[in-house]
């Protein structure tokens, strides 16, 4: 059974960091590309960034220089850190992926960016 946990979120003023965390299990996680979404109050979830079994990164122009996605196959993670915080990254994180064309979700992670 397919399963990601996020953690990580929390309040942070602008300009400040945060580190998202997703453990992922029930697949080899190795084999699919992870992706990291948002979801701001009357907004419609959108693309943050996305990470290659090989590590080949993207992300949403919005947040180019700021966040980076990383992985580690060997402890079936994926990593959103976000550097330099404005109060539009205020949204619900979640981590995703497409496991035999089905996607799966975490439970998303709030991230509050203000003073």
């Known amino acids: 059974q397919v399963q990601l946990v996020e953690s990580g979120g929390g309040l942070v003023q602008p300009g400040g960091s945060l580190r998202l965390s997703c453990t992922a299990s029930?697949?080899?996680?190795?084999?699919?590309?992870m992706m990291w979404y948002r979801q701001a109050p009357g907004k419609e979830r959108e693309l943050v960034a996305s990470?290659?079994?090989?590590?080949?990164?993207n992300y949403a122009e919005s947040v180019k220089g700021r966040f980076t996605i990383s992985r580690d196959n060997g402890k079936n993670m994926v990593w959103l850190q976000m550097n330099s915080l404005k109060p539009e990254d205020t949204a619900v994180y979640y981590c995703?992926?497409?496991?035999?064309?089905?996607?799966?979700w975490g439970q998303g992670t709030q991230v509050t960016v203000s003073s």
């Open positions: 029930g697949f080899t996680f190795r084999n699919y590309v």
């Open positions: 995703n992926c497409r496991v035999r064309g089905a996607p799966y």
């Open positions: 990470i290659t079994t090989g590590g080949s990164t």
